[in-house]
């Protein structure tokens, strides 16, 4: 890594296990500012399996960018099958990213991120 002037970003996670243990609301939003700094790219995103933490942070992008629940669904769904969680779906339903753009430098939000912030509330639009 150092060789290569690479950058390790570890956030840890929790898994959404029932009964009791569920992806940290704070820890997502963290994870979501790292991805949307493009002075942090190219960025690998990754947990043990690459499939349910990694599939809750990238619904919860989806969500920013404005993508409806059953696109996110389904690209979830394709990526972490054949054990899709849906307590990880509706975590990333109930999730609230209003008051996100606050935490967000816009100087360096990527091109890709297709963020749409009204003008009036400085508010994500579909959050």
Not at 60 to 76: D, G, V
Request: charge should be positive; aromatic fraction near 8%; include cysteine.
């Amino acid at each position: 890594m150092k060789e290569n002037g690479i950058r390790l970003i570890q956030i840890g996670l929790r898994p959404n296990k029932e009964p009791f243990v569920e992806v940290q609301h704070d820890k997502i939003e963290k994870a979501l500012l790292e991805m949307l700094d493009q002075r942090n790219h190219p960025m690998l995103v990754h947990c043990n399996s690459g499939k349910h933490r990694t599939g809750t942070l990238i619904g919860c992008l989806r969500k920013l960018q404005r993508w409806c629940l059953s696109a996110i669904f389904a690209e979830y769904i394709r990526f972490s099958s054949p054990k899709h969680r849906v307590l990880d779906q509706q975590f990333i339903e109930l999730m609230s990213l209003k008051g996100f753009r606050r935490s967000l430098d816009e100087r360096f939000v990527p091109d890709w991120a297709g963020l749409a912030f009204t003008k009036c509330s400085g508010e994500p639009t579909a959050a």
